[in-house]
C-alpha cells in the first residue's frame, strides 16, 4: 500500500509562485510514476504534470510554467508553479502507480492506483 500526502497549496495572487509537495510512504518510491493532476468546481480531474526518474510531461495549459521534479532519496514529487493564473485555481492531487509508464499515457488518471486528499490552490486576480 502507498500514502500520499500533499502540502504547500494556499491562497495567491496571479503572476505568484507556489510549490507543491507530495510525501509518499510504503514500497520503492524510485519505481514510482507519480502525477499530478487537478480538480476545479463542476469540471473533470485533468493531467497537470508527471514524472518517472527524469523522464516529465505536461499539459500543454502549464508547460513553460509549472516543472515536475522528485527527490527519491527524500520520497517526495514537487510541483513548482510560477506565473500562476486565476484558472489554475483547483484541488490539486498527487498519484503515483508502482511502475514505469509511457509519458504518453501517465496523462491519464485512470492508470493510477494511489491518491492524495488533494490540496487546495486558489488564485485571485
Known amino acids: 500500500q502507498v500514502q500520499l500526502v500533499e502540502s504547500g497549496g494556499g491562497l495567491v495572487q496571479a503572476g505568484d509562485s507556489l510549490r507543491l509537495s507530495c510525501a509518499a510512504s510504503?514500497?520503492?518510491?524510485?519505481?514510482?510514476?507519480m502525477g499530478w493532476f487537478r480538480q476545479a468546481p463542476g469540471k473533470e480531474r485533468e493531467f497537470v504534470a508527471a514524472?518517472?526518474?527524469?523522464?516529465?510531461n505536461y499539459a500543454d495549459s502549464v508547460k513553460g510554467r509549472f516543472t515536475i521534479s522528485r527527490d527519491n532519496a527524500k520520497n517526495t514529487v514537487n510541483l513548482l508553479m510560477t506565473s500562476l493564473k486565476p484558472e489554475d485555481t483547483a484541488v490539486y492531487y498527487c498519484?503515483?502507480?508502482?511502475?514505469?509508464?509511457?509519458?504518453?499515457?501517465?496523462?491519464?488518471?485512470?492508470?493510477?492506483?494511489?491518491w492524495g486528499q488533494g490540496t487546495q490552490v486558489t488564485v485571485s486576480s
Open positions: 498519484a503515483a502507480i508502482r511502475r514505469p509508464l509511457p509519458m504518453t499515457i501517465a496523462t491519464l488518471p485512470q492508470k493510477y492506483d494511489y
Open positions: 510504503g514500497g520503492t518510491f524510485s519505481s514510482y510514476t
Open positions: 514524472i518517472f526518474w527524469n523522464d516529465g
